[in-house]
């Protein structure tokens, strides 16, 4: 069974899920390379701590991705758009 990659940082601040950490259950990559779960409101919401995973990655050029699942020991998320810094291209 595979492991699922933890989000080690995200520095998108206008995220709602992101509270000193990404507080999101899991968080999907979009096709794009960011993340999908990205949401912009004034509250913050999730879980009390930051212990967010990725649950489902579409981008299936990047070494890390097998069978549609994030394999890096963990991930980054750039600001603005939340874009995954760990992509790497086959």
Sequence with gaps: MPTVAP???CSTT???FNHE???AFAVTIGGTGTCSTLINLDAR???PVAEAH???CQRLECVHNKDLMCS???IALGP???A???YEAR
């Design 72 to 74: 890096a020991e963990g």
């Design 14 to 16: 206008t995220c709602a």
């Design 45 to 47: 919401g999730g879980l």
């Design 54 to 56: 990725v649950g489902a």
């Design 84 to 86: 995954c810094l760990t």
């Design 80 to 82: 603005d758009t939340a």
């Design 7 to 9: 989000i080690t940082s």
């Design 21 to 23: 950490g990404c507080t």
